[in-house]
């Protein structure tokens, strides 16, 4: 635990490893991006549900680095069963001729809608004890694994040629707010002391607003990128 700036000094090999680890990981994802649409919500969550497992056994092997409470299992753990219903109720949907773009809009607003519901209900006082609020806030973000089978299959979906640059766009524009959000978050904890405003308020905007945007917007039609022939 880094309970000073100095103490930085004597951990900068690790985290020089964490930098690398975490660079080198973006770096496989695009490879295996080429899949049939009847499969593609199994596959991909199949290689996703492989990061859900390995933070299980991370924290059942005392290898978390901020030494985690356990209950941190929890989510990823239910991760794991709900990503397979999710793929598996997906590609059966579109298998049975539902459009693609409407699959991935339910699958991508229940990954989004769930988890801000949960947290509303965490942040409001119903008198639930702690194992209660554990288990709500466990549920949504198990639940917001249905991206696996909305927006992480639309990048295929749109141009399998291409799906991979799709994807790397998608996910360097996304670890903006991430890091953006650390700081905010730190800041509106300070000045509200409270986590409900500083976290919960401004996830639960965005997950709201990211589920208007992606209704409105999203579409798995098929885009052709090449240059045409002049």
């Given amino acids: 635990k880094f309970s000073k700036l100095e103490s930085w000094s004597g951990h900068w090999p690790q985290l020089w490893f964490l930098f690398l680890l975490g660079l080198c990981q973006d770096l496989y994802f695009p490879g295996f991006w080429s899949i049939p649409i009847e499969e593609r919500s199994r596959a991909v969550a199949f290689v996703f549900g492989g990061l859900s497992v390995g933070s299980v056994l ?43 773009t409407v699959v991935r809009k339910i699958c991508q607003t229940i990954a989004f809608v769930s988890p801000a519901t949960c947290m509303i209900l965490s942040s409001v006082d119903l008198g639930l004890s702690p194992w209660e609020v554990v288990s709500i806030l466990t549920g949504g973000l198990a639940l917001s694994s249905f991206a696996l089978s909305g927006l992480y299959c639309t990048h295929q979906d749109m141009s399998p040629e291409y799906a991979s640059v799709l994807l790397g766009i998608t996910n360097t524009v996304g670890a903006i707010p991430g890091i953006i959000g650390v700081a905010l978050t730190g800041y509106l904890l300070d000045t509200t002391h409270s986590w409900a405003m500083s976290l919960f308020a401004p996830s639960i905007f965005f997950y709201l607003t990211g589920t208007i945007v992606w209704l409105a917007l999203a579409s798995s039609k098929p885009q052709t990128f090449s240059k045409t022939d002049q």
């Fill in 58 to 100: 991370g924290e059942e092997l005392n290898l978390d680095l901020a030494e985690a409470a356990w209950v941190s299992v929890l989510p990823p753990l239910a991760s794991v069963v709900v990503t397979s219903i999710a793929s598996q109720l997906a590609d059966s949907l579109i298998s049975k001729g539902v459009e693609t």
